[in-house]
């Protein structure tokens, strides 16, 4: 931005300052008056202002303020043919750049001119790069998937601090599809591009995504003005927030999606609690009254199986979205898991797998016993699950710095590379290894379940798999 404008009342001194100027790669502008002065400040911008202190129409310090509180990065050089210095020093005080007496030599213009306009450039270059560092916070916003009305929060309080303005707003049109959508002609006009409006004071910029208008940024100083370089920031800015918008209520959508999968699940459960119920009671009646039979076996089996699995779901409501309500008592850890492990026996006794206890001895502290009860049983569950029929399966307690330590050894086929990053993923289930089937899958929530619950008493759980099996580690913190 090489452009400087020359404001003197004398056609002379313009001329002169333009020779000098121009042979050095100068882009110059003159104005008379004030009056000219405004409209031309209007049209462009300039790197340096060479402002006669003594104007017709205006005083050149008072105009000074005027153009210093619209052109923030446009440096001042006073010129006067009458000089006092106790004119330089107010003129200094309200931030002029260098103050030149009249008649003044080539080489001091010059100086002047060359050091004031690498000032407003490091001034420009400085507003650039807080501008990309803004522009990198929305971009982070992208990569994020969050609520719609969190994102434009975060992508209006940047666009402002990058903008310097003081007030922003983001609108985004309830019908899109609209190619001729009334607010985005009367905002950007035919072009539908990034405009001022207001003596430059309040600026617009569309908001576009696959060709489709989505809305737009708005952003307004109360003093001040906007420039080209806000104009184009607050392009990018929008195109961004464009982005951010549709990746938006694509989560908004999905969120919506997983709590309407969550009622059905929680609803289904309970409305095939009663009849479940009823058919289980009835086949335990025909059991005890006519003995085994192969069909009313499978029939109790199978009933079992999936009074089980409603268990389950009713469990992830329970845990996994009601642990804020969770509440912590002393309690011992070692009864806790014991009690996990006496409620699991029945299934691997099915399996013929033996459970071993190596407890160290812990004092009491404080958990939610029902759902650290639950968290190793469904770690236990899913280790006789995986484990082959007549082997063992193993439950250590112990200290771990400053956690409870409850680790459950199996001796299955291990965990695949593959599976290791999804294994806490809800609704998850694990393939079984071609040497290894396993007869009854669950519905992919117990670890789910069992992470939440080492989360919600500020601890974690830990694996180590390998072909000959994993360890499973539920960390809790020692309060």
Same mark, same amino acid.
């Given at each position: 931005?090489?452009?400087?404008?020359?404001?003197?009342?004398?056609?002379?001194?313009?001329?002169s300052?333009?020779?000098?100027?121009? $042979?050095?790669?100068?882009?110059?502008?003159?104005?008379?008056?004030?009056?000219?002065?405004?409209?031309?400040?209007?049209?462009?911008?300039?790197?340096?202002?060479?402002?006669d202190?003594?104007?017709?129409?205006?005083?050149g310090r008072?105009?000074?303020?005027?153009?210093?509180?619209k052109?923030?990065?446009?440096?001042?050089?006073?010129?006067?043919?009458?000089?006092?210095?106790?004119?330089?020093?107010?003129?200094?005080?309200?931030?002029?750049?260098?103050?030149?007496?009249?008649?003044?030599?080539?080489?001091?213009?010059?100086?002047?001119?060359?050091?004031?306009?690498?000032? &407003?450039g490091?001034?420009?270059r400085?507003?650039?790069?807080?501008?990309?560092?803004?522009?990198?916070?929305?971009?982070?916003?992208?990569?994020?998937?969050?609520?719609?009305?969190?994102?434009i929060?975060?992508?209006? =309080?940047?666009a402002e601090?990058?903008?310097?303005?003081?007030?922003?707003?983001?609108?985004?049109?309830?019908? +899109?599809?609209?190619?001729d959508?009334?607010?985005?002609?009367?905002?950007?006009?035919?072009?539908?591009?990034?405009?001022?409006?207001?003596?430059?004071?309040v600026?617009?910029?569309?908001?576009?995504?696959?060709?489709k208008?989505?809305?737009?940024?708005?952003?307004?100083?109360?003093?001040?003005?906007?420039?080209?370089?806000?104009?184009s920031?607050?392009?990018v800015? &929008?195109?961004?927030?464009?982005?951010?918008?549709?990746?938006?209520?694509?989560?908004?959508?999905?969120?919506?999606?997983?709590?309407?999968?969550?009622?059905?699940?929680?609803?289904?459960s309970h409305?095939?609690?009663?009849?479940?119920?009823?058919?289980?009671?009835s086949?335990?009646?025909?059991?005890?009254?006519?003995?085994?039979?192969?069909?009313?076996?499978?029939?109790i089996?199978?009933?079992?199986?999936?009074k089980?699995?409603m268990?389950e779901?009713?469990?992830?409501?329970?845990?996994?979205?009601?642990?804020?309500?969770?509440?912590?008592?002393?309690?011992?850890?070692?009864?806790?898991?014991?009690?996990?492990?006496?409620?699991?026996?029945?299934?691997a006794r $099915?399996?013929k797998?033996?459970?071993?206890?190596?407890?160290d001895h812990?004092d009491?502290?404080?958990h939610?016993?029902?759902?650290?009860?639950?968290a190793v049983?469904?770690?236990?569950?899913?280790?006789?699950?995986?484990?082959?029929?007549?082997?063992?399966?193993?439950v250590?307690?112990?200290?771990q710095?400053?956690?409870?330590?409850?680790?459950?050894?199996?001796?299955? +086929?291990?965990?695949?590379?593959?599976?290791?990053?999804?294994?806490?993923?809800?609704?998850?289930?694990?393939?079984?290894?071609?040497?290894?089937?396993?007869?009854?899958?669950?519905?992919?929530?117990g670890?789910?379940?069992?992470?939440?619950?080492?989360?919600?008493?500020?601890?974690?759980?830990?694996?180590?798999?390998?072909?000959?099996?994993?360890?499973?580690?539920?960390?809790?913190?020692? =309060?």
């Amino acid at each position: 931005m090489k452009n400087v404008l020359i404001i003197d009342d004398e056609k002379s001194v313009i001329k002169s300052c333009a020779r000098a100027l121009e $042979k050095k790669g100068y882009e110059c502008y003159s104005a008379l008056n004030a009056s000219t002065a405004r409209k031309m400040l209007k049209r462009r911008e300039y790197g340096v202002i060479l402002l006669d202190i003594g104007l017709p129409d205006a005083s050149g310090r008072d105009f000074m303020d005027e153009i210093k509180e619209k052109n923030f990065f446009t440096e001042i050089v006073m010129l006067t043919g009458k000089a006092t210095v106790e004119d330089a020093v107010i003129c200094m005080k309200k931030g002029a750049y260098d103050f030149i007496t009249k008649p003044f030599g080539v080489n001091d213009l010059r100086g002047s001119v060359e050091k004031a306009m690498e000032k &407003a450039g490091l001034k420009t270059r400085v507003s650039e790069l807080e501008r990309i560092a803004s522009i990198s916070n929305v971009s982070g916003a992208l990569c994020r998937l969050t609520g719609l009305e969190e994102l434009i929060k975060t992508i209006c =309080r940047e666009a402002e601090k990058a903008l310097g303005a003081d007030y922003s707003e983001l609108k985004i049109y309830d019908n +899109p599809f609209a190619s001729d959508n009334n607010c985005m002609l009367e905002e950007f006009g035919s072009s539908q591009d990034a405009v001022f409006k207001d003596d430059k004071r309040v600026l617009f910029a569309p908001l576009k995504f696959k060709e489709k208008y989505k809305g737009f940024l708005r952003a307004e100083k109360k003093t001040g003005s906007f420039n080209q370089i806000d104009l184009s920031v607050a392009s990018v800015f &929008a195109g961004q927030a464009a982005v951010a918008v549709e990746n938006s209520k694509i989560y908004d959508s999905l969120k919506e999606v997983d709590r309407m999968k969550d009622i059905f699940l929680t609803n289904i459960s309970h409305e095939i609690k009663t009849p479940l119920q009823s058919i289980l009671g009835s086949s335990e009646i025909l059991h005890k009254r006519y003995g085994t039979d192969r069909m009313t076996s499978l029939l109790i089996n199978n009933a079992l199986r999936l009074k089980e699995i409603m268990e389950e779901i009713l469990d992830y409501k329970k845990f996994y979205e009601g642990n804020s309500e969770m509440e912590f008592h002393m309690d011992s850890l070692q009864d806790t898991v014991s009690q996990a492990i006496k409620e699991i026996i029945p299934k691997a006794r $099915k399996k013929k797998i033996v459970i071993y206890k190596f407890y160290d001895h812990l004092d009491s502290f404080r958990h939610n016993k029902e759902a650290v009860k639950k968290a190793v049983y469904n770690i236990l569950d899913n280790a006789i699950k995986y484990t082959p029929g007549e082997e063992k399966v193993s439950v250590s307690i112990r200290r771990q710095g400053d956690c409870a330590a409850v680790k459950v050894k199996d001796r299955g +086929p291990g965990i695949s590379d593959s599976e290791k990053e999804k294994i806490y993923d809800r609704f998850h289930q694990r393939f079984s290894s071609s040497s290894f089937d396993v007869k009854e899958q669950g519905i992919g929530l117990g670890l789910a379940v069992a992470e939440n619950i080492a989360r919600s008493h500020g601890g974690y759980i830990s694996f180590d798999s390998s072909d000959r099996g994993s360890i499973f580690s539920l960390l809790i913190p020692i =309060r």
